[in-house]
């Protein structure tokens, strides 16, 4: 028999065919890329007025997002919002502290809050309270409206620490044990008296306070009610900045080492300023914008560059003039980085040559 029969085929790749197939895939990716970019820029650019089926007092917008509230790419870690029994909107600020939003201030950057289902002092009493701090001080900050009492309990002796101090709770039940309470001016003075103690600091309204404060004994229990202000932009305003500048949209890939922001036409590219000129910003007019600081000078002369998803600028250069007649160019992400054009009309090239156009 022919042993040729038995031989296994051998085969061969054309190299044509796997040029053809890298330059297809090549023109697949980027277009499949930007399609999935401007999906979730336009996701992104639309602010939530709506949540848990219940209209919100505010909106909603980045750095928040939640499940059925605003998808995950749109906001951070650290910011996400939850709908709890009876379609109450919850927050939680740092060390598993839920909160109620009761209004989310945007021109302000200030969440408004109000204590959702927790009683920390149901929870001192009953020795299950584990919170050291309520609030994630690298995400969040008080606001002017709220103060921090210093909390002290399972104080061993009590008899000790109770000399002085009128900002006290005795339990209601079990052994009547003592809890105290030291706002930021009395915790100066008499905070030294408690190291023995387990401790908490717990946000309070700072009007209530003032008013528990007058009286002749502090009624406790009236120190958690009311409102307090959480100022939520201590994280994301500076990786947010050069996205608002060059008409970008912030996402959860911009607060990262290498920050970058979601444009209209899909790409997603780090911002490349900052720009003396911001550019045009797809934010709500209730967004509050960065200050913009007219000191700070780019590398160039004007930051117009002609175009970053393409390299024919010949049909991108298309020098405008405002209806105050000045100059600008086209935005920095519609074409190559190398294509910057200056507004003297010069092109720099790759080599130190520039170019008139």
């Known amino acids: 028999m022919n042993a040729k029969l038995f031989r296994p085929h051998q085969y061969f790749l054309n190299p044509l065919s796997i040029i053809i197939s890298i330059l297809l895939l090549s023109l697949f990716i980027p277009r499949h890329n930007a399609q999935n970019g401007i999906h979730m820029y336009n996701v992104c650019r639309e602010i939530t007025t709506r949540a848990c089926g219940k209209d919100i007092k505010g909106a909603i917008e980045y750095p928040f997002w939640g499940i059925g509230i605003r998808d995950r790419y749109c906001g951070l870690e650290g910011f996400e919002l939850s709908c709890e029994e009876?379609?109450?909107?919850?927050?939680?600020?740092?060390?598993?502290?839920?909160?109620?939003?009761?209004?989310?201030n945007l021109s302000a950057s200030v969440l408004i809050l109000n204590r959702y289902y927790d009683d920390p002092l149901e929870d001192i009493c009953a020795s299950s309270f584990t919170n050291s701090t309520i609030l994630d001080e690298k995400l969040y900050d008080y606001g002017e409206n709220t103060e921090e009492m210093h909390v002290f309990y399972h104080c061993d002796p009590p008899a000790v620490y109770t000399?002085?101090?009128?900002?006290?709770?005795?339990?209601?039940?079990?052994?009547?044990?003592?809890?105290?309470?030291?706002?930021?001016?009395?915790?100066?003075?008499?905070?030294?008296?408690?190291?023995?103690?387990?401790?908490?600091?717990?946000?309070?309204?700072?009007?209530?306070?003032?008013?528990?404060?007058?009286?002749?004994?502090?009624?406790?229990?009236?120190?958690?009610?009311?409102?307090?202000?959480?100022?939520?932009?201590?994280?994301?305003?500076?990786?947010?900045?050069?996205?608002?500048?060059?008409?970008?949209?912030?996402?959860?890939?911009t607060k990262t080492k290498q920050n970058t922001c979601l444009y209209s036409n899909g790409a997603v590219l780090p911002p490349y300023g900052p720009y003396p000129q911001p550019g045009p910003a797809f934010y709500t007019a209730q967004t509050v914008l960065p200050p913009y600081e007219p000191s700070v000078v780019p590398p160039y002369p004007q930051p117009g560059v002609i175009s970053y998803m393409y390299a024919d600028f010949a049909s991108n250069i298309d020098r405008k003039r405002k209806s105050s007649g000045t100059e600008h160019w086209h935005s920095n992400w519609c074409g190559c980085r190398f294509y910057t054009a200056h507004s003297i009309g010069a092109l720099p090239l790759l080599s130190p040559k520039e170019n008139k156009i």
């Not at 009876?86 to 839920?98: A, N, R, T």
Request: aromatic share 12%; proline share 3%.
């Open 86 to 104: 009876q379609g109450d909107l919850v927050v939680d600020i740092g060390s598993d502290s839920k909160y109620h939003v009761a209004e989310v």
């Open 163 to 253: 000399n002085g101090i009128t900002y006290k709770f005795t339990c209601p039940s079990g052994d009547k044990k003592e809890v105290f309470f030291l706002p930021k001016d009395v915790f100066s003075e008499y905070g030294e008296r408690f190291k023995s103690c387990k401790s908490a600091r717990l946000p309070v309204n700072k009007s209530v306070l003032e008013q528990q404060i007058t009286k002749n004994e502090v009624e406790v229990q009236q120190l958690f009610k009311g409102n307090i202000e959480v100022l939520y932009n201590k994280t994301y305003r500076n990786a947010c900045h050069d996205c608002f500048l060059t008409g970008g949209l912030c996402w959860s890939g």
